[in-house]
C-alpha cells in the first residue's frame, strides 16, 4: 500500500511546519484537516467514550513535515537564539543528525522534492494522555510513495480514529411525557427528536497526499437509568432501539394508559422537593472508509446526559 504519495504541489513543498522541542523530541502541529458532514441542527454536541475500555484514538503519530531546506532553515533559525547559547547547543545537536552524516547528509538537500521528513504529532484532543509521549523519534526521512515501517505512521485507519474524536455527536437529551413532572404507577413515554438523531460522518483528509478517511457515527440504542430502583423501564431492559429513523414513540392524546414502546414508571414519589436524576445514554455504531478502499469498525461509542425528573402522586378528592 503507498499512502504517502507525492508530498509537493507543482515542485514545491507543504509548507514550513511548526514545530515544538522539548528535551530531545520534535513535534509538529498536524496538517490533518477534518469536514463535517450532517451532524446537529444547532443544538449542543459532544464527544464519544469507547464502549471498549481497551482503546482510545491515537495519541500521536508520525506525518510529513519537512522538507531538506525546511530542515536546513530550521537549524539555522535554533542557532539564532542567543540565549545561554542554547542555539547552538541544539544547532550542533540538529547539525549532527542532519547533516554530518549521523545518518543524514546535509539535510537530504540532493533529495529535495523527492520525499519529506516525517515528524511526531500530537493529537490536540488527547495532548495530557500518557500516549502522547510513545512518538519519540527525530524527524525521519520517508521517500515519495514510500509507507514508513512504523506503526504510528499515518494511514488511512489513523485518519478514520482521529476523525472518531472529531465526531459532533448531538445532546442526549430526550424527549418526554409528561413533560414536566411524572405521576407514580403512571408511565412516562420517551422519546428522541428525530431531527436530530441521524447519522454523522467527518473526514480527516491530509493534503498533499490524496489521502482521506471517513468516519460515521450511525445511532443504535438508547439505554434509559431511570436513576432509582423504585422503576420499571419499557423495555424491560432499558434498551430502546432506532426504528423507523427514530427512537421510541411521541405521546398522542389517548395513550395514557398504553405501554410506550420506549419510557419509564416510578413507583415512587420523589418528594416535596427531590427529583430523580434519569440517565439517558445513545449508543453509536462507528465504521470508517477511505480514498486507499480500506474501511472496517471501530468500536461503538457512547455519550449521554441527565434530566431531573419530579415523580409525584396520584391526588384524589373523597366526597
Known amino acids: ?189 420517551i422519546w428522541l427528536n428525530k431531527a436530530d438523531f441521524h447519522p454523522v460522518s467527518v473526514t480527516a483528509s491530509l493534503p498533499g497526499t490524496g489521502l482521506s478517511a471517513t468516519t460515521t457515527a450511525t445511532p443504535e440504542s438508547l439505554h434509559i437509568d431511570p436513576g432509582t430502583s423504585d422503576a420499571e423501564t419499557f423495555p424491560a431492559s432499558g434498551d430502546c432501539t432506532f426504528e423507523g429513523g427514530g427512537i421510541g414513540e411521541p405521546y398522542a392524546k389517548g395513550k395514557a394508559n398504553q405501554t410506550p414502546p420506549c419510557g419509564v414508571r416510578y413507583l415512587r414519589s420523589t418528594g416535596a422537593n427531590g427529583s430523580y436524576a434519569l440517565k439517558a445514554t445513545v449508543t453509536w455504531k462507528i465504521t470508517w472508509t477511505s480514498t486507499t478502499g480500506e474501511g472496517d469498525r471501530l468500536p461503538d461509542g457512547t455519550f449521554g446526559a441527565t434530566q431531573n425528573v419530579t415523580v409525584r402522586e396520584i391526588q384524589s378528592v373523597n366526597r
Open 1 to 189: 500500500m503507498s499512502y504517502a504519495g507525492d508530498k509537493t504541489h507543482g515542485g514545491t513543498s507543504l509548507g514550513t511546519a511548526n514545530g515544538n522541542r522539548s528535551g530531545n523530541k520534535i513535534t509538529v502541529e498536524t496538517k490533518i484537516q477534518t469536514t463535517v458532514n450532517g451532524g446537529s441542527s444547532g443544538g449542543k454536541t459532544g464527544t464519544l467514550s469507547s464502549t471498549d475500555s481497551n482503546w482510545t484514538p491515537p495519541a500521536c503519530w508520525y506525518e510529513p513535515a519537512f522538507s531538506p531546506k525546511e530542515i536546513e532553515a530550521d537549524v539555522k533559525t535554533w542557532r539564532s537564539f542567543t540565549f545561554f547559547g542554547i542555539g547552538n547547543v541544539v544547532g550542533d545537536l540538529l547539525d549532527s543528525y542532519y547533516k554530518d552524516g549521523k545518518p543524514y547528509k546535509d539535510y537530504n538537500l540532493d533529495k529535495q522534492g523527492k520525499g519529506m521528513f516525517w515528524a511526531a504529532v500530537v493529537n490536540p484532543n488527547r495532548k495530557d494522555d500518557p500516549e502522547a509521549s510513545a512518538c519519540d523519534k527525530m524527524p525521519f526521512w520517508v521517500d515519495n510513495g514510500k509507507t514508513p515501517p512504523d506503526p504510528l505512521a499515518v494511514s488511512p485507519k489513523v485518519l478514520a480514529e482521529y476523525a472518531y474524536d472529531e465526531l459532533p455527536i448531538p445532546e442526549t437529551k430526550v424527549e418526554m411525557a409528561p413533560a414536566g413532572t411524572s405521576t407514580v404507577n403512571l408511565p412516562t413515554w
